[in-house]
């Protein structure tokens, strides 16, 4: 079944669509609706293994979310997903967005999830009793949590990256787990969440460790979230610390009596503070408009030869870092003795390695009215920051059409041996006529048939009498 979150919820939550699949293996599902007024924002995968009676299922569920642009009422219209060829149904809800909520305070270190002290539960403990905390000892770690970026600075517009990782050494794998991680996880992104940025998140996966060196030490690294930041305004993106709950062990005082007996506790780690400091662009007539990013241009045109009133199309191709969503169309400049229509928009975004880019296409029909050469940079061009030189760039196409002259219609010419077309051409009469002079000639002869069929038949009616008499 489809299951919906929250119809009423604060701007800087997220409003949820997931479904759940039991004991059978996920084959292919079809697209999450889009929602007007809302941005998708990553899906979460979430495997959950029941043991019942020594017999194992599995759960899986499958997460989007969606932001909202703004606050107010909207409208999720009833859709179908598709999973493993069976349509699942949902009439639908009506959303209410509200105003922005502050965050809740992380649970304390040493505490469950209700802030309650940890205490031992259960028949285990009627039957054995409590275990005795001064049986066990807590071995010092050496895990942190980081939120990091992979710039400190950046200009209006400019992406940056940035991950949150969560880092301990091989020794500390026995003594700490991930606790409810999926349930920690929108806590985390609405709080790393930056309303005067653009965002593109980069699709959640399983979480996998890599091994890496930090100061000389080898650590197991996990990246729990990563995301792309495009700065809307030249305020700072400031992120707040972090907290994350994980499953630490203590383990016994005499591990000799069993090296597997450990005591289940709760530690909570948090990140610094981070803020990105962003600069304004430099002063230019375009400045609010122009895109900013590392781009070239790639041309295509549908035909080798031009003639007169013959279309033809032309691609005017973006490709390269940068965020593309933003990217408008070039600038045109009519120029007389030719005709553009379009253009025909066309995006291919690819997050991977930490980066966004992509192409973006822009396809336009012309329609060419005189011969010549047709200089297509004097049509198009495209403003850009260029973030490789700092300076403002244009995209210029290269591109030179040499429009032909359409050929004449072919015209009747006698034989020269012929003399009788030779003499009857020239002396034909070469005045125009008007178009309709056919059809008038048709209509006289009409009457002109008509009146001698008159004639004739009183001819005939008069001859008769005369007989007779």
Do not use: C
């Amino acid at each position: 079944m489809v299951v919906l979150g929250r119809t009423e919820f604060p701007i800087n939550e997220y409003f949820t669509i997931s479904f759940t699949l039991r004991g059978a293996p996920l084959d292919r599902y079809s697209a999450f609706p889009d929602i007007e007024g809302f941005k998708k924002s990553g899906k979460l995968n979430t495997t959950t293994t029941r043991t019942v009676g020594g017999q194992s299922s599995i759960e899986l569920t499958i997460t989007q979310r969606y932001a909202a642009y703004q606050e107010g009422e909207f409208e999720l219209p009833p859709f179908t997903i598709t999973v493993n060829g069976n349509p699942i149904r949902s009439p639908g809800a009506t959303l209410e967005v509200g105003p922005q909520q502050t965050a809740t305070t992380p649970p304390a270190t040493g505490t469950n999830p209700n802030n309650q002290p940890l205490q031992g539960i259960g028949l285990l403990d009627e039957l054995f009793g409590k275990p005795k905390p001064d049986a066990y000892v807590e071995p010092k770690d050496h895990a942190f949590l980081a939120l990091v970026a992979d710039k400190s600075s950046v200009y209006v517009g400019e992406g940056v990256h940035v991950s949150m990782y969560f880092y301990l050494t091989p020794a500390d794998q026995g003594l700490l787990d991930f606790y409810n991680f999926a349930g920690q996880l929108p806590g985390i992104m609405q709080q790393l969440q930056q309303r005067t940025a653009w965002e593109e998140h980069f699709e959640d996966q399983e979480i996998t460790p890599e091994t890496i060196t930090v100061g000389g030490k080898s650590y197991l690294r996990y990246r729990l979230y990563e995301t792309e930041l495009y700065p809307l305004t030249a305020e700072a993106l400031r992120f707040p610390i972090i907290s994350l709950q994980m499953v630490k062990y203590k383990v016994a005082k005499d591990p000799t009596a069993d090296p597997t007996d450990r005591l289940e506790g709760y530690k909570t780690y948090f990140t610094e503070p981070l803020i990105i400091a962003v600069k304004p662009l430099p002063p230019h007539p375009l400045r609010d408009q122009v895109a900013v990013g590392r781009y070239q241009l790639r041309e295509a045109i549908d035909r080798t030869t031009f003639q007169v009133g013959q279309t033809f199309t032309y691609t005017f191709s973006v490709e390269g870092e940068g965020n593309l969503a933003t990217l408008s169309a070039p600038t045109l400049r009519p120029q007389p003795g030719v005709e553009l229509y379009g253009p025909d928009i066309q995006q291919d975004l690819t997050r991977q390695s930490g980066r966004v880019g992509g192409r973006k296409r822009f396809t336009y029909r012309l329609v060419p009215r005189q011969p010549g050469p047709l200089l297509l940079d004097s049509l198009l061009t495209l403003v850009y920051f260029n973030l490789a030189t700092a300076r403002y760039d244009t995209l210029r196409p290269q591109l030179v059409v040499s429009v032909q002259d359409a050929p004449q219609k072919a015209a009747f010419r006698p034989r020269p041996d012929d003399p009788f077309y030779t003499e009857a051409l020239q002396a034909a009469d070469n005045t125009l006529q008007p178009l309709d002079a056919y059809r008038d000639v048709r209509r006289y002869a009409n009457i002109v048939l008509v009146l001698l069929l008159g004639l004739a038949g009183f001819g005939w009616w008069r001859g008769g009498r005369q007989g007779a008499a």
